[in-house]
C-alpha cells in the first residue's frame, strides 16, 4: 500500500482535520506508537493500516 493510499483511507474514515491530528496522538496498541511515529521509524504502511483497523471501526471497502 502506498502512504498516500493510506491517507486516503484514513482521511475518508476519519475526516482531514482530524485524521492529521489522531495520527499524531493515538498510539496504536499493537505497534506501540502513534500512526507518524511508526512511519517516521519505517514501518511498513500496510501493517500499520492495519493496526489502525484494529483500533477504528473501518468500512469493509477500506481494509
Known amino acids: 500500500m502506498r502512504r498516500s493510499d493510506f491517507w ?20 496504536l496498541p499493537s505497534l506501540g506508537d502513534t500512526v507518524q511515529g511508526c512511519f517516521d521509524r519505517g514501518e511498513d504502511t500496510v501493517v500499520v493500516w492495519r493496526a489502525v483497523c484494529d483500533v477504528v471501526d473501518v468500512p469493509s471497502m477500506l481494509r
Not at 8 to 18: D, P
Open 8 to 27: 486516503e483511507r484514513l482521511n475518508a474514515v476519519l475526516g482531514a482535520e482530524y485524521a492529521a491530528s489522531w495520527s499524531r496522538d493515538v498510539v
